[in-house]
């Protein structure tokens, strides 16, 4: 369990260091943006899709 959470805690931190520097989280070329007016539509499925992977890698070594 300590493993776990010093794991997702250098996670955070990554993803929090890279937001600093500038690197496009959330906005990939597959994200679906829709923009009408005052309307805004956006949806990740790119970003979740990258996330997902992410995360089923990471379990899968937590789990070896």
Known sequence: MGRTL??????????GLLITLGV??????????????NFSFYF???????????LTLIMMFLRK
């Open 44 to 54: 990740p499925l790119a970003s979740s899709i990258l996330a997902s992977i992410v």
């Open 6 to 15: 010093i794991l997702i805690g250098l996670l955070i931190a990554g993803v």
């Open 24 to 37: 496009p989280i959330g906005r990939l070329p597959g994200d679906i943006t829709v923009r009408r007016g």
